[in-house]
């Protein structure tokens, strides 16, 4: 053995000595403090038979996690993944109880409850040792590093990796440029700021379109294309059903749609990876992928991630552990609102603490463990989703506390990243944006005392309940939990086929975008047909105070914007005359126009009322943090790139579009002699993510 190989060997087994001890002496203390486990014989035993009995019940828990633990988890990967993560203390429990059977003499015994208690701090201590101890040492980090991405060079290709750089594009889900900025200013994000102080990355705002949500925006930045796309759901009359973004079925309809719209397979068809996304943009390993969670059996690996991660029992329990504490945490905060009567506010009760604590935690420890793995595989390029701050921002605000603690624990995850890509066996550029920002307000129903489907029903003359059901957050989090439990994405009333009667209209809302729909009528409404079968109806909803606008077709002036007191201004006029869309910005015009050009559009557009001196809007769904609309930060996210790209856009332009944010993408792979995106109308199927095991290199969630 060199001396090279004798040195990593003899630090590897010195660090393994030291988490060894450590157990050890966490065991003996825990012996003394928990009456119901005990490492002595009912006649008792001296200090150094005790200390032997922990020390041979500590290296069989450890042995035993490292041997048995992978095969587990790989056992129950039919589990959904939260059941998985809620049984790890039951499991590691399961371990110490048999290792402790292991020790002779049967001096080692602890009941059940007390073993999961014992293991849980058990390997959280021998994690946080072996994690500080390579931390504190830089050439042993370096080397273990190093010999992770030898390992997963030996499984692929040999040799040494590519000379060309690959590139790491991190979605912050829902930061508005602004609230970046601000961010950075505070000292928040003193990643971001330091790479932006030393001049090494560039910051570029870019405009979504009418859509500003998830879904159209990351399927154009994605896959080049987000036609047809008109708000996060809408009704389709040909097919009579319902397409919901972040539903499994309908991402996967999307996707094909763009694929066929483009003729390629997206941004990531050569030596991609897609990681907590709705899309695949094309890659070919995928994890946590919406779009793909829909496939039966074998062909859906959606969930792949969670096994990768959860394979190490020490990932497994600290995830836990932060878990709890997030649940702990969002308990407090939404305590201290309502006690302190702060308003807005929304519910924050039932599951959402456990949804936030899936997104803020699970989910970002999953997919920066993806990212983590494809860069020591050397992949060309990865995609990632971090979608912490969206669902915060969604219940808390989008510049409340609760959404600033995320975007800090967000920076150390960059941070993270950062410094991975110096030890990857290729040199990396990292890229960060953004799918859309969010416009604060509170909801339509808590100003007016009615949500925009009751607002409709009045106005077509039908009842309207006593009590009407709330819209539900369409937010990506409970998306990306539903396909974990492998439950229906579907919500109340969110059917594939609508139940309601023919006759009367289907309202659904996106943000502060609403849309108004009548199934029985085979085409788009005009506005005089609609005037016809409701005259009260556009009055109505024009002259509300919380509406902006409408978009209606008619057969007079084709497409028009109503307002306010009658007025009624073609899309072609808007330049000159842009009435009630003066207060949403110069290119509200042409987002509208786009929009209208949609074969799905609704038969009636519903933009809520916005506030341009307070930046609010109002949102037709349970949020007080919004998107999805036009108005405010919403439409106004942001793209962070190294200076060594060219410019985004050229001096004075602006960015506008998800598509054009695809084409620049496309263009920077380029640059850095990545992979070239080639015209393939036939999309390839993604293949297994055999080579994604990076469950040894996690986040340090200091937060917990």
């Known amino acids: 053995m060199g001396e090279g190989r004798w040195r990593r060997f003899a630090g590897t087994c010195w660090r393994s000595i030291a988490v060894w001890a450590v157990s050890t002496v966490t065991m003996l203390v825990l012996a003394g403090i928990l009456p119901d486990f005990q490492l002595q014989s009912d006649s008792g035993d001296s200090a150094t038979r005790i200390a032997i009995t922990a020390a041979l019940g500590a290296g069989a828990f450890g042995i035993l996690s490292a041997l048995v633990w992978p095969l587990l988890v790989r056992a129950l990967l039919l589990v959904p993944a939260l059941v998985l993560g809620l049984a790890v203390f039951f499991l590691n429990g399961g371990l110490l109880i048999f290792a402790l059977a292991l020790v002779p003499d049967g001096r080692g015994e602890a009941n059940p409850e007390t073993a999961v208690v014992v293991a849980a701090v058990m390997s959280a201590v021998a994690s946080a040792t072996g994690g500080a101890l390579a931390v504190r040492d830089d050439d042993a980090y370096r080397r273990r590093l190093y010999r992770l991405a030898d390992r997963r060079r030996r499984r692929g290709s040999a040799g040494a990796g590519p000379s060309t750089p690959g ?138 991630g969670y096994f990768a991660y959860f394979s190490d029992p020490a990932n497994a329990v600290r995830t836990a552990l932060s878990f709890v504490a997030e649940v702990v945490r969002e308990t407090g905060q939404s305590t201290r609102a309502r006690l302190a009567r702060q308003r807005p506010r929304v519910g924050r009760g039932g599951l959402y603490p456990f949804i936030r604590a899936f997104a803020t935690v699970v989910e970002r420890d999953v997919v920066v463990a993806a990212v983590i793995g494809d860069m020591l595989a050397g992949r060309s390029a990865v995609y990632a989703d971090l979608v912490a701050y969206d669902e915060v921002a969604h219940h808390s605000g989008p510049v409340s506390r609760d959404a600033e603690k995320v975007l800090a624990r967000l920076d150390r995850s960059l941070a993270l990243i950062a410094k991975v890509a110096e030890h990857a066996p290729r040199p990396y550029r990292i890229v960060v944006l953004s799918d859309h920002g969010q416009s604060p307000g509170e909801t339509f129903r808590a100003r007016y005392g009615l949500g925009l489907q009751d607002l409709v029903r009045a106005g077509c003359g039908l009842p309207v309940p006593r009590r009407a059901r709330r819209t539900h957050s369409g937010a990506e989090a409970r998306a990306a939990v539903r396909a974990a439990l492998r439950r229906p994405v579907e919500e109340g009333g969110e059917k594939h086929r609508p139940a309601s009667r023919r006759s009367e209209p289907i309202v659904l809302a996106s943000g502060n975008l609403g849309l108004v729909s009548f199934p029985d009528v085979p085409h788009r409404m005009s506005k005089e047909e609609i005037d016809a079968r409701h005259p009260a109806l556009l009055p109505t909803l024009a002259n509300h105070p919380g509406i902006g606008f409408l978009l209606v077709r008619s057969e007079k002036h084709g497409a028009v914007v109503l307002g306010a007191r009658g007025a009624e201004i073609p899309l072609a006029d808007l330049d000159e005359c842009p009435g009630p869309l003066a207060d949403f910005g110069a290119h509200a015009a042409d987002a509208v126009r786009r929009t209208d050009s949609f074969p799905h559009t609704a038969d009636i557009m519903v933009n809520s009322w916005y506030d341009p001196a307070e930046g609010e809007v109002l949102a037709f769904e349970e949020q007080i943090g919004s998107h999805g609309g036009l108005g405010g930060a919403q439409g106004h996210p942001f793209l962070l790139a190294p200076e060594v790209f060219s410019p985004a856009v050229a001096q004075g332009a602006e960015l506008v579009g998800a598509q054009q944010v695809h084409h620049v993408l496309r263009r920077w792979l380029r640059e850095g002699s990545g992979p070239q995106v080639p015209v393939d109308k036939s999309r390839h199927e993604p293949a297994p993510d055999a080579s994604f095991t990076a469950a040894t290199v996690t986040p340090q969630d200091k937060s917990a």
């Open 167 to 304: 590139t790491v594009f991190l979605q912050l889900d829902g930061v508005g440029h602004d609230v970046l900025r601000d961010a950075v200013d505070r000292g928040v994000m003193p990643t971001v700021g330091a790479w932006l102080g030393a001049g090494t990355h560039r910051l570029t705002p870019w405009r979504t379109d009418w859509s500003s949500q998830t879904g159209a925006s990351q399927l154009g930045i994605l896959h080049g294309s987000n036609y047809d796309v008109p708000a996060f759901r809408w009704y389709e009359k040909d097919t009579r059903e319902i397409q919901v973004s972040n539903r499994p079925t309908s991402a996967a309809e999307l996707q094909r749609r763009a694929i066929e719209h483009t003729g390629d397979g997206g941004l990531l068809t050569l030596d991609g990876a897609s990681r907590g996304n709705l899309f695949s943009g094309g890659a070919e390993q995928v994890a946590l992928v919406l779009s793909v969670a829909a496939r039966r059996g074998k062909e859906n690996r959606s969930r792949a």
